[in-house]
């Protein structure tokens, strides 16, 4: 099954929901209010759409998620990688470090992972 699409809005929803769930709808909104500023009318439209896509529920006025932040920011690298490098990630990998430096420790980490890929 292939991971929805969450847009920049959705996703600082998310973010906050991944760290409070399961979280009633009311208190969600309330955070919503203070961390994004939305009114309770805006989360709960945002609450009814990710529903309807399949990433959250709503269940008894308590929201939990059905889709991980890591789901979710693979989706985002792939649609990335997709979009602007052709599906080629060694070019994403070379463009990104082009543009950013990496600490030993980020390299080293960087290793590790590719070596236990393999």
Same mark, same amino acid.
């Given at each position: 099954?292939?991971t929805p699409k969450v847009f920049e809005s959705e996703y600082r929803f998310c973010l906050i929901l ?5 979280? @009633?709808?009311?208190?969600? +909104?309330? *955070?919503? @209010? /203070?961390? *994004? ?21 709503? /269940? @008894?006025?308590?929201?939990?998620? *059905?889709?991980?932040?890591? /789901?979710? !920011? ?5 649609? *990335? ?12 990998? +070379? ?16 290793? !590790?992972?590719?070596? !236990?890929? /393999?």
């Amino acid at each position: 099954m292939e991971t929805p699409k969450v847009f920049e809005s959705e996703y600082r929803f998310c973010l906050i929901l991944w760290e409070n769930e399961p979280i @009633n709808s009311t208190k969600l +909104a309330r *955070l919503c @209010n /203070e961390k *994004l500023g939305w009114s309770r009318t805006t989360t709960y439209t945002v609450i009814r759409r990710l529903c309807d896509r399949g990433v959250i529920k709503n /269940e @008894n006025a308590v929201v939990t998620s *059905l889709i991980s932040k890591d /789901e979710i !920011q693979a989706a985002e690298i792939d649609e *990335l990688v997709a979009k602007t490098f052709e599906g080629s990630m060694p070019a994403f990998i +070379a463009a990104f470090t082009k543009r950013k430096k990496l600490s030993r420790e980020e390299v080293a980490e960087i290793r !590790q992972m590719l070596d !236990q890929y /393999e």
